[in-house]
């Protein structure tokens, strides 16, 4: 015999049993191939509908995607590889050079160095036997770089400190060979742990528990010249950098106003401008200066916000006289009002936030902290949420990332409207369907790179749903529907509430669809935990 109290127990077993069957059938997405892996942990991909492969194939027709802006120094090397998709052989020509600028019609890399001041208007053509495409475009010379937010790849979310300048050049390969610099992609950054590794006793500290021993790393802070001694895993600096250059690409790497980074290696404190002449040297095109242990070392300049400012400031000043343009990553985690004198710090981006993983929890974390400092955000300086964690990740043994496919597409589509700079951390290498998607729609990339440089922000905030708006440079704007429950939702883009026209064209940005002209407002089914962009533009209409 069972008791009432055990039946009532199996038979909500059994529902719930029921309830997990009837989910995961739901939940099978169209392209099951890329989704099934060993070692994905996607618990609530059960709770919705997933979206699958949105953008479209790519078109063997030429396409010249990228910014239509771009800004150097004056006199500083341009180092420019003109992102061209399309069947190849291609015909690659600029119209308008300035004196002194160059372009390499074979492999489409504009270089050279421009000495007067001035925004110049080029205009680029990439043609083959599907069809011809145009591009305007202006070289601004000026003080002002980094005028639309960089796009990389950085060895940190993929490697940690096992990275090695062997891996770094694999990147490097990979980001051509997958096609992804064609489609704009161009910072290849090396973060902690290219350096040697002090030991406590050096260090006058406790070697925190998560860093796991590397015998091979320690090693001296400095050569006899005063230069910054590499770990036995890098054995040639400059070589790799001369090597990622080769591909058109740009090279970055990690350094901290302190004694000791965050991985226990060296940091710059006390060398600063020493470090700084030997990056320009080596050829660094992008500098991520992380605090780390910096307060031990600074703790008598001032209140935490007076003495992060004077250390990033010295590092930032020293940049900006190297004669090369090193775009400066101020990375405080979004501490002390860092939005509000990154700039004047020299600073290109800045960190908004703590640490992303790929979580959901985390995801929400940057995008809340971001949304409240959209206005900090304009050409020459961006609000960085953290780097991508779409893709095959280290932390789910390299199959994908433990955010689900719709979190990726909420996290893309957020990232995007938010103008962050996008630096890819999973292993390029392994880039499966849905990762190579995500990375290679050049409409949603044309967001993020839009010249106007507005940061997003979201109109309508509820605890269930968002709605952002992005005004663009052409005067569309891009909105993002975004479904922050579980749960499969409409959401509606109400035009008078975004403050937009009465009658608006809008556009699927991930599909690459029109959608159609809409009055009032445009509403669609968002599945849970997604965004998806549009752009809008005006009818004709007006209120
Ligand atoms: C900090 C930064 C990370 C990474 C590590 C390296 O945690 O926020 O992005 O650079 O340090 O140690």
């Known amino acids: 015999m069972i008791s009432n109290k055990e039946r009532v127990v199996r038979r909500l077993c059994i529902s719930f049993m029921l309830a997990v069957v009837a989910a995961c059938v739901h939940a099978a997405p169209a392209d099951a191939a890329f989704v099934f892996k060993p070692g994905v942990k996607w618990g609530n991909a059960l709770l919705s509908r997933q979206l699958g492969i949105l953008t479209p194939p790519e078109s063997p027709a030429p396409r010249i995607n990228g910014p239509t802006v771009f800004g150097v120094r004056p006199g500083s090397p341009i180092l420019y590889r003109l992102p061209v998709t399309g069947e190849r052989p291609m015909k690659l020509a600029v119209e308008g050079l300035p004196e002194g600028a160059t372009f390499d019609a074979a492999t489409g890399l504009l270089g050279g160095a ?34 639309t937010p960089p796009l990389g790849w950085n060895s940190w979310n993929c490697w940690g400190q096992d990275v090695t300048d062997e891996k770094m050049r694999r990147a490097a390969d990979a980001m051509v060979s997958s096609g992804l610099a064609d489609h704009g992609w161009s910072y290849i950054v090396v973060d902690d742990c290219w350096r040697t590794r002090p030991t406590e006793k050096e260090a006058g500290m406790k070697r925190p528990g998560w860093i796991a021993e590397r015998a091979y790393m320690y090693g001296p802070a400095r050569t006899a010249d005063d230069l910054p001694c590499t770990n036995p895993k890098f054995p040639d600096m400059k070589a790799m950098i001369a090597y990622i250059h080769a591909k058109g690409l740009k090279a970055g790497l990690y350094s901290v106003p302190a004694t000791v980074a965050c991985c226990w290696t060296w940091g710059s404190f006390g060398h600063e401008a020493k470090d700084a002449a030997t990056w320009a040297d080596w050829g660094v095109d992008l500098l991520k200066y992380d605090w780390c242990t910096a307060d031990r070392d600074w703790w008598r300049a001032g209140n935490n916000r007076e003495r992060q400012f004077k250390a990033y400031k010295l590092m930032g ?34 960190r908004t936030n703590d640490d992303l993983k790929d979580t959901w929890p985390l995801l929400i974390r940057s995008i809340n902290e971001n949304m409240n400092v959209a206005d900090a955000a304009g050409p020459g300086g961006w609000n960085d949420p953290d780097m991508l964690v779409v893709g095959p990740m280290r932390s789910n043994g390299f199959t994908t990332s433990r955010l689900t496919p719709n979190e990726q597409y909420a996290h893309m589509s957020l990232w995007a409207i938010m103008a962050a700079p996008l630096f890819i951390g999973c292993d390029l290498e392994r880039l499966d369907h849905l990762a190579h998607s995500l990375l290679t729609n050049d409409e949603v990339l044309d967001i993020d790179q839009d010249a106007l440089g507005k940061a997003g922000r979201p109109v309508v905030h509820t605890p269930d749903y968002d709605v952002w708006l992005r005004p663009l440079a052409d005067g569309s704007w891009a909105v993002a529907l975004f479904n922050r429950t579980w749960e499969e939702r409409e959401i509606a883009a109400d035009f008078k509430t975004l403050g937009l026209p009465a009658s608006c064209a809008v556009r699927d940005v991930w599909a690459q669809k029109d959608l159609g002209v809409f009055a009032g407002r445009f509403a669609t089914s968002i599945p849970g935990h997604a965004a998806l962009l549009y752009r809008v533009r005006s009818a004709g209409i007006l209120p």
Do not use: H, M
């Open 114 to 147: 421009v000495s007067k001041p001035g925004d110049y208007a080029l205009a680029f053509t990439a043609e083959n036997a599907r069809g011809k495409a145009k591009k305007n475009f202006t070289l601004k010379v000026g003080n002002t770089i980094c005028l």
């Open 317 to 350: 000043d020293l940049l900006a006289k190297q004669k090369r343009d090193i775009v400066y990553n101020v990375c405080n985690y979004g501490r002390y009002g860092v939005t509000e004198w990154a700039r004047a710090a020299g600073g290109q981006y800045w």
